[in-house]
Each structure stands twice: as structure tokens, then as C-alpha cells.
């Protein structure tokens, strides 16, 4: 008896990204065996003409291009002797053109009988661009803006972290595209290589107590209230209640005043 086993799991990746897996072959039979299977993908996806790809990884490899409207298979074939084996490194190529909730199911057919691998769907991805170094929030607002003009809505979100000069994180469908509307923005320079997983930035979108980020002995500007422009020294932090306690510098008597951790602004840590 032949037997085959497959090592692709079920994925969520970008648009025109490859998702490689093996296919094992064992002949588990007393006597050669020859013969073939099919590697076919059922595809799901909102413009039916969109091609996704079949390729066989290795040197004069064979490609198949497949689409709801073009149900081509990639044929493996094998010839095995006793106790033989053979390993063949395949990949999936998911489209430029695909959209969101778009998905695919790799399939092997042998015999006339089928069995379902594993399934990709198409998500957005996420890149890093590098920028001016302190020009970061108006490059992303020009290229919210231009994005908005000209209608492209494969572009989701841009994210700024305050702390992180330099560079930008694009959330988009199609990398790209998105690189050639960066070629028409000034201070946005290139995309780096590979992207980001959200797990990478999500520190950047949850949002943090104020008071995180304050310590007794930071010096503080008041940003609201009747001492607004003051500047004072944390004296006290009551994280639960996300106050702080403060002694403002100006003033002829020392008299603390609590106020909450978001009215004011840090100037500087005490050393």
C-alpha cells in the first residue's frame, strides 16, 4: 500500500505570500510501485478570476495556476521501491489581487478519491516603512490623505509610535500597491523586508493608565486646571486610582495637591 502524509497547517497570510508544506510519500508494499497524485485547491473568493498558485519547490519545479473558473491539478508522480519514500516540498502562492475572507483548500486526489489538506485564507499585512526621522506623524497624514483622495481602500490603518523614530507600520491588503503610493509621498522612503505580526506592535494599541508611566520624583508640567503651566514633583503615585500626588516649585508654601495621572505632562525622570 502507498501512503502519503502532508505537514500544512491552516493559515492566515497576506496577498501574494507562499505557504510551504511537504508531501510524503511511503511505499509501504513488498514491490515497487508507480503512480501519481493531484494537488488541486478549492477556492473561495469574491472575483472568481483570480489566480492562486500550486508550485513544486524544487530545481525545474512544475507551477500551476488555478481559479474557480480553471480547475488545473499539479500532478506529483512516484515510482518507489520496498520501504521507500520520497519527500516533495510544495507551496501555495496566494494572490495579488485577492480580498479579504478570501480562502483556498488544498486538496490531494488519488484513485478518484479526495482528502482536504489544510486551508489558507487571505488577511491583511502589516509592513514597516522607513521615514524622515521626526517627520513620521505628517508622512503618515499624507498618506491618509492621498489613500482617501484617490480611493485606495486596500489601506487600513498607519500607526505612529511615539517612541519608535523613523519608521511606520501600514496595515494594508496589498504591500505593493502601497509602495508605489509611497513613492508619491515626500519623507517616505522604503519598505522593509518582511512584515510584522500583530503580536509585534500590539503593546502600541492598547491603551496604558496614565499613571504607568509615572514615578515618585518625576517632574511634571499640569496641562489642566486651575494650576495649569505649573511645573511640580511627584511626591505620591496611587495607582489604583490613577492619581498622583504633587509639589508644585512655584509655590511660597509647600502644599500637596493630588490630581488625576492624565492632566499632566512628564518633563523630565529624577536621576
Known sequence: MVKWTCDGKDSEVGTNKKVAFNLVIENDEPS???????????????????EWFVIEEQKRGKQVAISPKNQDVLKIQYKLKPKESMVRPLS?????????????IAVLKEDGKQANLFTIKVKQTIIVVKTTIGQEVK??????????????????????????????????????RTMALLRTIRGARNMIAGEVQLS??????????????LGVGNYVEVTEGPFKGEKARITHVDTQKDEITLELQNA????????????VKLLEKEV
Not at 32 to 50: A, F, M, N, P
Not at 94 to 103: A, F, H, L, V
Open 32 to 50: 515497487e510501485k508507480e503512480g501519481s497524485v493531484d494537488i488541486t485547491l478549492d477556492i473561495h473568493e469574491q472575483k472568481e478570476e483570480i
Open 92 to 104: 501555495v502562492e496566494t494572490p495579488k489581487g485577492g480580498e479579504i475572507g478570501d480562502y483556498a
Open 139 to 176: 508622512i503618515a497624514r499624507d498618506i491618509g490623505l492621498k489613500a482617501r483622495i484617490e480611493k485606495h481602500d486596500y489601506l487600513f490603518s498607519i500607526l505612529v509610535p511615539p517612541d519608535v523614530k523613523g519608521y511606520i507600520f501600514i496595515e494594508t491588503l496589498y504591500p505593493d
Open 200 to 213: 509585534e506592535i500590539e503593546n502600541y494599541l492598547v491603551s496604558k493608565p496614565a499613571v504607568e508611566s
Open 252 to 263: 511660597i508654601v509647600p502644599i500637596p495637591l493630588t490630581v488625576k495621572a492624565d492632566s
